[in-house]
């Protein structure tokens, strides 16, 4: 076993995610704000169904029924 090399050659880093893959693009701080103000009025309601969906599929996990 002496002649074998125990030396693997390094692999190359994996690219990055790109948006396009179903990563989730982080909003700007000020649309955020924006937003939670139209929801404390009341003026603004997400579906918390509709939330967990996203979510869901952002990270890849099978939505439940």
Known sequence: MSDTNRHLPRRPALPAP???MGVVVVTAP????????L?????YHVSPRWLATKI???AGV???E
């Open 18 to 20: 790109r948006a396009s």
């Open 30 to 37: 000020s649309r955020v704000e924006a937003l939670r103000k």
């Open 39 to 43: 929801v404390a009025a009341g003026q």
């Open 56 to 58: 869901f599929r952002a």
């Open 62 to 64: 099978k939505v439940p």
